[in-house]
């Protein structure tokens, strides 16, 4: 799943946990023992955390061969990038969930959860994206950023863009 910092991803993903689904996403750590309370808070509803890093490819390609579902945040900058169009601006985006979907075969599935009510949560997904042989990663991570453009205009006040994104592919 490619999804956007939207809502809450954390209770997305606990209930996906929670109904038997075998669910990890990629996570950065926190500074000191904060990672780990925030680690085992997560693990207890069922999502599997793989730490972003040089040994995340690794932990995903195992939670795949798994047959689990991955959820990948994709709207900041994070490592190397592929640069899009979001909102009609040049932004550098994570490349891995396209290179790893090309690569592998898996699905790639825009997907995003958002508040309704106080205590109430709507998860959407969107059926697998299809791709074409010859396809780029740029390519596809741009039709990732489209869904969130949709995504996010229908819920603006519950994205959380906490980084700049379009200043360093513009300047």
């Known amino acids: 799943m490619a999804v956007p910092h939207m809502g809450s991803w954390d209770m997305a993903g606990s209930y996906a946990g929670a109904l038997g689904y075998p669910i990890s996403a990629v996570a950065e750590r926190f500074p000191g023992s904060l990672n780990d309370a925030v680690v085992r808070t997560r693990q207890r509803f ?22 689990a579902i991955v959820a990948l945040l994709c709207d900041l900058e994070q490592g190397p990038g592929v640069t899009v169009r979001f909102f009609g601006r040049r932004s550098i985006v994570p490349g891995g969930p396209a290179a790893i979907a090309l690569k592998t075969g898996a699905p790639l599935m825009p997907a995003c959860s958002y508040a309704t009510a106080r205590g109430r949560h709507q ?10 042989p010859g396809e780029t ?3 596809l991570m741009q039709r990732v950023v489209n869904r969130f453009e949709d995504f996010i205009k229908e819920r603006p006040d519950q994205w959380y863009a906490f980084r700049p994104m379009f200043t360093r592919a513009e300047g």
């Open 123 to 132: 998860i959407h997904l969107d059926p697998p994206l299809s791709w074409t």
């Open 46 to 67: 069922g999502l599997n955390v793989i730490a972003l890093g040089r040994s995340a490819v690794r932990g995903i390609t195992q939670a795949l061969q798994a047959n």
């Open 137 to 139: 990663k740029e390519g």
